[in-house]
């Protein structure tokens, strides 16, 4: 697994994000990785969209080279930012927050209770495709 942003971030490390909309095929994925200096990488679905199926490859790509990945989304609907996160994305980035209560809203999409609403399926690459439990899954993507 790539060493996650956030917990670069937390050693004061700097972080280098390499960033893909409208191309996005997963060996160029594999060759940013493999050519060096990135740790991780956006995939900005809120200017281009592409299919969860996409994002599933494009993540595994990521993982395949050691990056890290996180998605970029419109914060209107709940139900993207789970398939975001269940298709293997290690993080979202909400665009266009406009005040405090819509960054709280789109934060308790995102996790389970009690921090959130986001509703249980252990069945996505986030929980291992089942491997986890729902206990320790919870507790890993509320942290993580």
Same mark, same amino acid.
């Given at each position: 697994?790539?060493?996650?942003?956030?917990?670069?971030?937390?050693?004061?490390?700097?972080?280098?994000?390499?960033?893909?909309?409208?191309? %996005?095929?997963?060996?160029?994925?594999?060759?940013?990785?493999? %050519?060096?200096?990135?740790?991780?990488?956006?995939?900005?679905?809120?200017?281009? =969209?592409?299919?969860?199926?996409?994002?599933?490859?494009?993540?595994?790509?990521?993982?395949?080279?050691?990056?890290?990945?996180?998605?970029?989304?419109?914060?209107?609907?709940?139900?993207?930012?789970?398939?975001?996160?269940?298709?293997?994305?290690?993080?979202?980035?909400?665009?266009?927050?406009?005040?405090?209560?819509?960054?709280?809203?789109?934060?308790?999409?995102?996790?389970?209770?009690?921090? =959130?609403?986001?509703?249980?399926?252990?069945?996505?690459?986030?929980?291992?495709?089942?491997?986890?439990?729902?206990?320790?899954?919870?507790?890993?993507?509320?942290?993580?």
């Amino acid at each position: 697994m790539p060493t996650l942003i956030k917990t670069r971030l937390s050693l004061n490390e700097l972080v280098m994000v390499a960033g893909v909309g409208r191309v %996005q095929h997963h060996n160029l994925l594999q060759i940013i990785g493999l %050519q060096g200096g990135f740790h991780a990488l956006w995939f900005d679905h809120e200017h281009v =969209g592409f299919t969860i199926e996409s994002l599933e490859i494009g993540t595994m790509a990521c993982r395949s080279v050691g990056l890290d990945s996180f998605v970029r989304i419109a914060p209107t609907d709940y139900a993207l930012v789970t398939k975001c996160l269940e298709a293997g994305g290690n993080g979202i980035m909400a665009a266009m927050i406009a005040s405090a209560e819509h960054a709280e809203e789109f934060t308790r999409w995102a996790k389970f209770a009690p921090r =959130g609403r986001r509703g249980l399926n252990t069945g996505g690459f986030d929980a291992g495709f089942g491997r986890l439990g729902p206990k320790d899954f919870t507790e890993k993507a509320n942290r993580d």
